[in-house]
Each structure stands twice: as structure tokens, then as C-alpha cells.
Nanobody
Framework: QVQLVESGGGLVHTGGSLRLSCAAS????????MAWYRQYPGKEREWVAQ?????????????NYADSVRGRFTISRDNAKNTLYLQMNSLKPEDTAVYYC???????WGQGTQVTVSS
């Protein structure tokens, strides 16, 4: 069983920044693509960004973003630390949601971390 633990959420003002982290257990992190999703109250989880397994590759083939966050959010990973990141800049009130990391290979989810952006 893989455990994914998100952290870094909180309350920020519009235009502020946060960096989310997702710490993964297990030895297979470095070979599995990962993603961030977010969920608004009463809505389905929506995909935010994903990254391939190789943490040295930052080309278009391995990283992709939802249109709503492209240019503001950056996904990255450190395979030596078994950790996935989401740097969120220029935050907007509509970014307020619970953010989840997901292991794409086997579909495991973290427990989520709340991000609230005040106007």
C-alpha cells in the first residue's frame, strides 16, 4: 500500500503563492507518473497538472497543465526525496479548493490539503 501525504496548504490573499508537497512512501515513486487534482465543494475532482516519472525531464512531453493554471502553477518532483511539488503563484479566489496528489500508475490518492485564496 502506498501512502501519499500532502502538506503546504493554507490561507493566502489574491496574488499570493503557496507550495504544496506530496510525500510518497514506497520504492516505486521514481518510476511512476504523478498528478495534482483539486476538488471544489460538491464537485468532482478535476485534474490540475501531471508530470512523468523522470525528475530531470522538463519538456512538454512529461509535464502538462490544465488551461486554468498554466503559466501560474509549476509541477515538479524530487525522486531522491520521494516528493511531488506544486508551486502555485498568482493565486486567485477560484483556486480555492482541496488539492490532492495522485499516483497515476496505480491510482492511489493522498488525503488532500485545503487551499483558500481570499479576495
Amino acid at each position: 500500500q502506498v501512502q501519499l501525504v500532502e502538506s503546504g496548504g493554507g490561507l493566502v490573499h489574491t496574488g499570493g503563492s503557496l507550495r504544496l508537497s506530496c510525500a510518497a512512501s514506497g520504492s516505486e515513486f521514481s518510476v511512476i507518473a504523478m498528478a495534482w487534482y483539486r476538488q471544489y465543494p460538491g464537485k468532482e475532482r478535476e485534474w490540475v497538472a501531471q508530470i512523468g516519472a523522470d525528475d530531470t525531464a522538463h519538456d512538454q512531453d512529461s509535464v502538462n497543465y490544465a488551461d486554468s493554471v498554466r503559466g501560474r502553477f509549476t509541477i515538479s518532483r524530487d525522486n531522491a526525496k520521494n516528493t511531488l511539488y506544486l508551486q502555485m503563484n498568482s493565486l486567485k479566489p477560484e483556486d480555492t479548493a482541496v488539492y490532492y496528489c495522485r499516483e497515476l500508475g496505480r491510482g492511489f490518492w493522498g488525503q488532500g490539503t485545503q487551499v483558500t485564496v481570499s479576495s
